[in-house]
T-cell receptor, first 110, second 113 residues
Framework: GIQVEQSPPDLILQEGANSTLRCNFS?????LQWFHQNPWGQLINLFY???GTKQNGRLSATTVATERYSLLYISSSQTTDSGVYFCDLRPASGTYKYIFGTGTRLKVLA | ETGVTQSPTHLIKTRGQQVTLRCSSQ?????VSWYQQALGQGPQFIFQYYREEENGRGNFPPRFSGLQFPNYSSELNVNALELDDSALYLC????????????FGSGTQLSVL
């Protein structure tokens, strides 16, 4: 089956710093989403981005489907950005099964 | 606030027991999927329901079963609980089977002793 890897696994930033999170996948996908899981376990959908680039405030994401990766950019990080970031994708094989990546655990220090 | 509610928030069971977890989808959403998230790991897809029928299943044994009701609320049932079933169980709803955006509930934390 498709493999999904995220890097880095852990990241510590000072407030105000920028960061790039990466999601690599091993096969074609029909769609890809980025989620933020806060310390209380709530998963919040950040972007639905099977291809192209999107921006929402301090966050932006780019997916290059032909090269099988997606990037999530966080600029001017804040302590509230702390948590785990997951990419989640649906393989192009036709299944409705969603597959989550391994996650990047981010801690932003004040 | 996603509009997806799960109950209960926490649950403690003993090995061998059965458990039922509940999920109320966001208004207008007819598709629900369930995930198991062990500590420190990403969510693992259990199954998806669309218009009361199971439509896709992950690598989980048959003792994990589900139901979706006419009002699109949903249940996850786990029989013969094992210690490894201890996890956060998440449900997610979407507008339709082909709508890709998922909205997650806050989850049910299940502990099996």
């Amino acid at each position: 089956g498709i493999q999904v890897e995220q890097s880095p696994p852990d990241l510590i930033l000072q407030e105000g710093a920028n960061s790039t999170l990466r999601c690599n996948f091993s096969d074609s996908v029909n769609n890809l989403q980025w989620f933020h899981q806060n310390p209380w376990g709530q998963l919040i959908n950040l972007f639905y981005i099977p291809s192209g680039t999107k921006q929402n405030g301090r966050l932006s994401a780019t997916t290059v489907a032909t090269e099988r990766y997606s990037l999530l950019y966080i600029s001017s990080s804040q302590t509230t950005d702390s948590g785990v970031y997951f990419c989640d994708l649906r393989p192009a094989s036709g299944t409705y099964k969603y597959i989550f990546g391994t996650g990047t655990r981010l801690k932003v220090l004040a | 606030e996603t509009g997806v509610t799960q109950s209960p928030t926490h649950l403690i069971k003993t090995r061998g027991q059965q458990v039922t977890l509940r999920c109320s989808s966001q208004s207008g959403h007819n598709t629900v999927s369930w995930y198991q998230q062990a500590l420190g790991q990403g969510p693992q897809f259990i199954f998806q329901y669309y218009r009361e029928e199971e439509n896709g299943r992950g690598n989980f044994p048959p003792r994990f079963s589900g139901l979706q009701f006419p009002n699109y609320s949903s249940e996850l049932n786990v029989n013969a609980l094992e210690l490894d079933d201890s996890a956060l169980y998440l449900c997610a709803s979407s507008l339709s089977i082909r709508s890709e955006k998922l909205f997650f509930g806050s989850g049910t934390q299940l502990s099996v002793l």
